[in-house]
């Protein structure tokens, strides 16, 4: 790479893929526990060779830069897109690393490792750069924090609510700049139209100020244009939300005893999702899974466990008087919990199965992440496809022909409905304020994002 960049405090990392050694000597006994750590997201995110997923086959395997910068200030970046620039290197960007695409990682490149950036501040009032008028409450966060302590800080902490991401351990940069769905979207938004302000370094190495007032262009682009494709984001301001009563939850299986009986399932949960969860109270998944089973993992706001059960009553009325057609294999599970606590990792704990944690020797008791995320953690993936699907398919006319896709495709593998991700239904201020973003404008009238998908445990070529 020649002469390394100046001005980066020694920060200057050599890296090299940990599956080197495993891959010359699988006997290893520290080989074992490395393909164990493989599980686990704060292990993957702390060593800069590592992406969240391993590859994607027939599409790019997870390669280490030739260098990282360990940034810890803006400094750090600019001394790292200069030496980039000036010797014509491919740079690459990772925060979070949960890129799908691959584009957390390159081989023969540098990287900007952000990582370390991860500190946040909340702001009782914030007014973005060159503008005018009204303070908002806000926060503002580091290029490397992660959901799961913005969560934490924001709404533990300081009693507001940020609109960001369901994973824990995706990085707030990338999301925002990708768009960014979560779980309360159809309430909130999307998480990049939160955004009031961002520094960003660009390709000349210039510091600059992006907000409606400063900058217009760039900030209007980093709202859902794509990580990394219009500068490195070193810190970004979020506006915040008063926080609901309540956040909770509702899960549930049901087994449909023949293809007759779950083309019927369908149609019923599509119809019960059209007049009673098409709105800005409820998000998640809608699972339609091989062998005839139906997985429900909804998320509401701004409802209480018994608001929540009332509306659910008559869908379990209706399997009950099915009789023998349908058996409920796991649930109904109704969870309502005061909202400050949704992300409080010492709350969490206590309730079984909810999450986990990192289990390093030494690591942050904070340090939590979904159960229902644990085989995302290295996950190889063989496919992958979403498509937006148009409010228009919930109206009288339509809804027979959405029930006989959604069973068609079952036949041959596991799709998923992600309410949350698609903003037909949810409230007005959210809608608009998610036109003025760089987001494909189709999810405005889409009611759910469906998505596909086929992956594997940890692997790697060898």
């Given at each position: 790479?020649?002469?390394?960049?100046?001005?980066?405090?020694?920060r200057?990392?050599?890296?090299?893929?940990?599956?080197?050694?495993?891959?010359?000597?699988?006997?290893?006994?520290?080989?074992?526990?490395?393909?164990?750590?493989?599980?686990?997201p704060?292990?993957?995110?702390?060593?800069?060779?590592l992406?969240?997923?391993?590859?994607w086959?027939?599409?790019?395997?997870?390669?280490?830069?030739?260098y990282?910068?360990?940034?810890?200030?803006?400094?750090?970046?600019?001394?790292?897109?200069?030496?980039?620039?000036?010797?014509?290197?491919r740079?690459?960007?990772?925060?979070?690393?949960?890129?799908?695409?691959?584009?957390?990682?390159a081989?023969?490149?540098?990287?900007?490792?952000?990582?370390?950036?991860?500190?946040?501040?909340?702001?009782?009032s914030?007014?973005?750069?060159?503008?005018?008028?009204?303070?908002?409450?806000?926060?503002?966060?580091?290029?490397?924090?992660l959901?799961?302590?913005a969560?934490?800080?924001?709404?533990?902490?300081?009693?507001?609510?940020?609109?960001?991401?369901?994973?824990?351990?995706?990085?707030?940069?990338?999301?925002?700049?990708?768009?960014?769905?979560?779980?309360?979207?159809?309430a909130?938004?999307?998480?990049?139209?939160?955004?009031?302000?961002?520094?960003?370094?660009?390709?000349?190495?210039?510091?600059?100020?992006a907000s409606?007032?400063?900058?217009?262009?760039?900030?209007w682009?980093?709202?859902?244009g794509?990580?990394?494709?219009?500068?490195?984001?070193?810190?970004?301001?979020?506006?915040?939300?008063?926080?609901?009563?309540?956040?909770?939850?509702?899960?549930?299986?049901?087994?449909?005893?023949?293809d007759?009986?779950?083309?019927?399932?369908?149609?019923?949960?599509?119809?019960?999702?059209?007049?009673?969860?098409?709105?800005?109270?409820w998000?998640?998944?809608?699972?339609f899974?091989?062998?005839?089973?139906?997985v429900?993992?909804?998320?509401?706001?701004?409802?209480?466990?018994?608001?929540?059960?009332?509306?659910?009553?008559?869908?379990?009325?209706w399997?009950?008087?099915a009789?023998?057609?349908?058996?409920?294999?796991?649930?109904?599970?109704?969870?309502?919990?005061?909202?400050?606590?949704?992300?409080?990792?010492?709350?969490?704990?206590?309730v079984?199965?909810?999450?986990?944690?990192?289990?390093?020797p030494?690591?942050s008791?904070?340090?939590?992440?979904?159960?229902?995320?644990?085989?995302?953690?290295?996950?190889?993936l063989?496919?992958?496809?979403?498509?937006?699907?148009?409010?228009?398919?919930?109206?009288?006319?339509?809804?027979?022909?959405?029930?006989?896709?959604?069973?068609?495709?079952s036949?041959?593998?596991?799709?998923s409905?992600?309410t949350?991700?698609?903003?037909?239904?949810a409230?007005?201020?959210?809608?608009?304020?998610?036109?003025d973003?760089?987001?494909?404008p189709?999810?405005?009238?889409?009611?759910?994002l469906?998505?596909?998908?086929?992956?594997?445990?940890?692997?790697?070529?060898?």
């Open positions: 790479m020649g002469q390394a960049p100046s001005g980066v405090g020694g200057l990392v050599k890296l090299a893929s940990p599956f080197n050694a495993c891959i010359r000597s699988p006997d290893r006994a520290d080989c074992a526990q490395f393909w164990k750590s493989l599980h686990n704060f292990f993957l995110g702390d060593d800069p060779a992406t969240q997923t391993l590859g086959v027939g599409a790019w395997t997870s390669q280490p830069s030739a990282a910068v360990a940034a810890r200030s803006t400094a750090d970046v600019v001394a790292a897109v200069n030496f980039a620039r000036d010797n014509k290197l740079l690459t960007i990772k925060g979070g690393g949960h890129s799908y695409q691959g584009t957390s990682n081989a023969d490149s540098l990287l900007i490792w952000t990582r370390h950036m991860d500190d946040v501040t909340v702001h009782d914030f007014l973005p750069s060159g503008c005018q008028g009204e303070a908002l409450p806000a926060v503002s966060v580091g290029a490397g924090v959901w799961g302590k969560y934490d800080e924001v709404t533990t902490r300081a009693g507001r609510y940020v609109q960001g991401g369901g994973c824990l351990t995706v990085g707030v940069a990338g999301l925002i700049q990708s768009g960014g769905f979560g779980s309360f979207s159809k909130y938004g999307l998480a990049a139209a939160s955004l009031l302000e961002a520094e960003v370094v660009t390709a000349d190495g210039q510091v600059r100020i409606a007032c400063t900058n217009p262009d760039l900030y682009a980093i709202k859902g794509g990580g990394g494709a219009f500068g490195v984001v070193t810190r970004l301001t979020l506006r915040t939300h008063a926080l609901p009563e309540f956040f909770g939850v509702v899960s549930m299986t049901v087994q449909a005893n023949s007759e009986s779950y083309r019927r399932l369908i149609s019923r949960v599509m119809d019960f999702y059209t007049d009673a969860l098409f709105n800005p109270h998000g998640e998944q809608i699972i899974r091989t062998g005839n089973m139906l429900i993992n909804m998320l509401f706001q701004g409802l209480d466990q018994q608001q929540a059960e009332a509306i659910w009553q008559p869908f379990l009325d399997l009950q008087a009789g023998k057609d349908f058996l409920l294999q796991a649930g109904p599970i109704f969870i309502a919990a005061p909202a400050r606590h949704f992300w409080d990792p010492r709350f969490l704990e206590k079984p199965g909810a999450v986990l944690f990192d289990d390093r030494g690591s008791a904070d340090n939590i992440f979904w159960a229902g995320n644990l085989k995302e953690a290295g996950q190889v063989h496919g992958y496809q979403s498509a937006w699907l148009p409010a228009s398919l919930l109206a009288d006319g339509h809804r027979a022909e959405l029930t006989e896709m959604l069973f068609a495709a036949r041959q593998r596991s799709v409905l992600h949350n991700k698609g903003l037909a239904g409230a007005p201020t959210a809608i608009e304020q998610a036109r973003t760089a987001i494909n189709a999810m405005l009238e889409a009611f759910a469906l998505i596909s998908a086929a992956e594997g445990p940890p692997a790697y070529p060898a």
